[in-house]
């Protein structure tokens, strides 16, 4: 079983839509996770931080259930240049391998006219 | 802004070669990271450092080393490229975990083919 487990989509919705994907993640002693979006041929860019609490940053939220040991991503009134993919990851501990992130595979995201 | 410079960015090696990857980051950052990317895999650890001179493993270290010898800089060297390296290579650098503003910043990548 992978360490952190993403649906790799791809997820084609209509421009407006909102769309939620969900990632899981097995290393309990994980500390700190992320959304990170990642554009075709380019390098992974943070998108959000995701806590505990719940966070929002204008039309994403990303929530984090430590109980159910899953992260979510919600995008509101998603627009055609939200099309990416988007990375689900982890980071451990603050000794040794905490310094370690470990991504998902990726959810893909097209939004279409 | 914080930059982190892959200096090649497109490469094609023989199978056999050895094969030098810089990184180079300007935010004195303490962590650096070597990941590669390959379809259907997502990103994969190679190496990391937390310091000058200190590394560790990642998830597929067989094949590759690393030198820190600056902490500016961090290289990953193939010592016998085979094909099975062919792949994106993508460098990343952050503060230590727990410090503010510990964000992972990646540079623009290393495609690279080896024939």
């Known amino acids: 079983r992978k360490e952190v487990e993403q649906d790799p989509g791809p997820f084609n919705v209509p421009e407006g839509a909102t769309v939620a994907f969900n990632c899981t993640y097995s290393?309990?002693?994980?500390?700190?996770f992320f959304w990170y979006r990642q554009d075709c041929r380019k390098e992974p860019k943070l998108l959000m931080s995701v806590y505990s609490s719940g966070n929002e940053d204008g039309r994403f939220t990303a929530q984090l259930n430590r109980a159910s040991q899953y992260i979510s991503l919600l995008i509101r009134d998603s627009k055609l240049s939200d099309s990416a993919t988007y990375l689900c990851v982890s980071r451990g501990g603050v000794t040794g391998g905490g310094n370690k992130l470990t991504f998902g595979t990726g959810t893909q995201l097209k939004v279409e006219l | 802004d914080v930059k982190v410079t892959q200096s090649s960015r497109y490469l094609v090696k023989r199978t056999g070669e050895k094969v030098f990857l810089e990184c180079v980051q300007d935010m004195d950052h303490e962590n650096m990271f070597w990941y590669r990317q390959d379809p259907g895999l997502g990103l994969r650890l190679i190496y990391f450092s937390y310091d000058v001179k200190m590394k560790e493993k990642g998830d597929i270290p067989e094949g590759y080393s690393v030198s820190r010898e600056k902490k500016e800089r961090f290289s990953l060297i193939l010592e016998s490229a085979s094909t099975n390296q062919t792949s994106m290579y993508l460098c990343?650098?952050?503060?230590?975990?727990?410090?503010?503003?510990?964000?992972?910043?990646f540079g623009e990548g290393s495609w690279l083919t080896v024939v």
């Open positions: 290393n309990s002693a994980s500390q700190s």
């Open positions: 990343a650098s952050s503060k230590l975990p727990g410090t503010k503003g510990n964000t992972i910043y």
